[in-house]
């Protein structure tokens, strides 16, 4: 398994509230997972922070080698945490309503399982096409599926920043997890909406397609994020499982 990410600051925000890692278990899993924290002053930062770090370690511990197994797991994982960034907020008072976003991936020899809660995206590229995974838990994305406005129109709608499901604010973490066959020269992408509220699929399918090793699409993206405004944070998170994409 090859991986590269990157984070960025973006253009209009003075601190970096993403947080991104990856980690292993001892069967040899790679854990890959991103979090875009939410909260004034340095709650979503911490938030974010905590939910990695924290799940990541524990995936070190673990030693399962099925995707069933794993499910299970992650599911504990988000509900644990969820309950454990709202403990921490309610013990300090400038950390009060902090909460987060993830996108996960547990990688297996010939299938991968890929998990969020929040906006914080999902992607893979087959055969040069790209497709999003994952459904944004995000007000937007119910007026979509409600017919009442266009995904045109929810790129550029003022509520666009509503999530409806986080870690952290709700007692409940209802995360989605799927599992996914691989095929050989998938490309899998994590990133938060930094990224894909300044730059269309069209364009990120594009860099993904192109002959860069992994860290330099990761920075490629960015860029191109940037460009666009940079009016968030953005990270990325590129996955190779075979010798057919390079990666640094």
Known sequence: MQVAYLSDVGKQRED?????????????????IVADGIGGHQGGDVAATMAVSHIGTRFEDTAFTDP????????????????????????????????????AAITFDEQFLLANIGDSRGYVLRADQLSQLTEDHSLVNELVKMGEISAADARKHPKKNIITRTLGINDEADIDINLYHAVPGDLVMLCSDGLTNMVTDAQIQMVLKGTADLQTKCQQLIDLANDGGGLDNITVLLMAADRGVTAP
């Open 16 to 32: 970096n509230q993403d947080y991104v890692g990856t980690f292993t278990n001892q069967a040899g899993l790679n854990f890959a």
């Open 68 to 103: 069933a197994t794993a499910a299970k797991w992650l599911s504990s994982e988000a509900q644990q945490e969820n309950d454990t960034i709202i403990e921490k907020a309610h013990q300090y008072r400038d950390l009060g309503g902090m909460g987060t976003t993830i996108v």
